[in-house]
């Protein structure tokens, strides 16, 4: 997954953001928070990245969330889940991956 020179998905979300999402506890916290169209929690989509699997990538959910974004989502852990997603939509969009149509 991880395009040359890039590194791994978590440092560069670390690096854009601050936030360290290896520090995702999986608490399931973030199950609640759904929207049509999601096919991943954000935690799931913060282990994915964490393991720098592609999912992380290429789910709907980074870009069906933008109403969950904007009600100011909160981690138990601290995580600031929008600024994550952001940095995860700019990654996608850099290694040319395309939002996916509604399914």
């Known amino acids: 997954m991880t395009q040359a ?6 440092a560069i979300v670390l690096t854009a ?10 608490c399931f ?6 929207e049509a169209g999601m096919d991943l929690t ?14 992380a990538l290429t789910n709907q959910t980074l870009w069906t969330c933008d109403k ?6 909160h981690c ?5 889940i929008a600024a994550i997603v952001g ?4 990654e996608a969009q850099l290694r040319g991956i ?3 149509a509604s399914q």
Do not use: M, T
């Open 42 to 55: 954000f935690g799931e989509i913060f282990q994915a990245a964490a393991h720098d699997q592609p999912k």
């Open 98 to 100: 395309q939002p996916h």
């Open 87 to 90: 940095v995860l939509r700019d």
């Open 5 to 10: 020179g890039r590194g791994p998905l978590w």
């Open 68 to 73: 969950l974004l904007q009600n100011g989502l």
């Open 76 to 80: 138990q852990n601290g995580l600031d």
């Open 29 to 34: 916290a973030c199950e609640d928070y759904h």
């Open 17 to 26: 953001s601050g936030e360290d999402i290896r520090q995702c506890q999986q």
